[in-house]
Nanobody, 129 residues
């Protein structure tokens, strides 16, 4: 059974950076699309970024494009989210999610909608001055 564990969250000042990690166990991630989602208090869960399986196509929400970078290291079975120039509105619990990539155009894309089959427990990111 695939399990996902997020880490790397914390508290930073506006303009700071964090690197989130999503470590997988049980199943190799190379056949999975991986998405990062976040949910702030009183807000709906929203997609942040994702990377497909076969083609490693990346997708970013407009508000994060240029500040966040998603990457995967299949040798470590881990996906990362590098977050730069953080803003207070980035404050949220961040979740990683996985789904067999062939579900999404046979591994050529990934969605920023919460339709993934596997989810981690989340890691808190707080951006405040």
């Amino acid at each position: 059974q695939l399990q996902l564990v997020e880490s790397g969250g914390g508290s930073v000042q506006p303009g700071g950076s964090l690197r989130l990690s999503c470590a997988a166990s049980g199943v190799a991630l190379d056949s999975y699309a991986i998405g990062w989602f976040r949910q702030a208090p009183g807000k709906e869960r929203e997609g942040v970024s994702c990377v497909s399986s076969r083609t490693s196509t990346t997708t970013y929400a407009d508000s994060e494009k240029g500040r966040f970078t998603i990457s995967r290291d299949n040798t470590k079975n881990t996906v990362y989210l590098q977050m730069n120039n953080l803003k207070p509105e980035d404050t949220a619990v961040y979740y990683c999610a996985a789904n067999l990539g062939r579900r999404f155009l046979f591994g050529s894309m990934c969605p920023l909608t919460p339709t993934y089959d596997h989810w981690g427990q989340g890691t808190q990111v707080t951006v405040s001055s």
